[in-house]
């Protein structure tokens, strides 16, 4: 996930909600790369997040890996006023 976050949004947050929103699914959460500058609004930092997804019993449809990706984007959004970073 590539995000934008405001530069006084700590990263650990981020990572929490990504772990509490992604449920028992989210088997890892990883802080990539953190950029400011070029593009990135002033006052705002992309954050590249790796986040895995796992379970037991099931290998997941894109079409559900889509639908998780939509929820904790919105919920990012809802909570810490982060969104994904245009391409």
Known sequence: LSLVAADDVAAA???????????AAVERVELLEEFRGGTVPAGSRSLLWRV???????????????????????????????????S
């Open 13 to 23: 947050r981020i990572d929490a909600v990504l772990r509490e929103s992604g449920g």
């Open 52 to 86: 895995t997804l796992r379970d037991p019993h099931k290998t997941f449809s894109q079409k559900e890996i889509d639908g998780r990706r939509q929820r904790l984007v919105k919920v990012l959004e809802e909570t810490l006023g982060v969104r994904l970073r245009a």
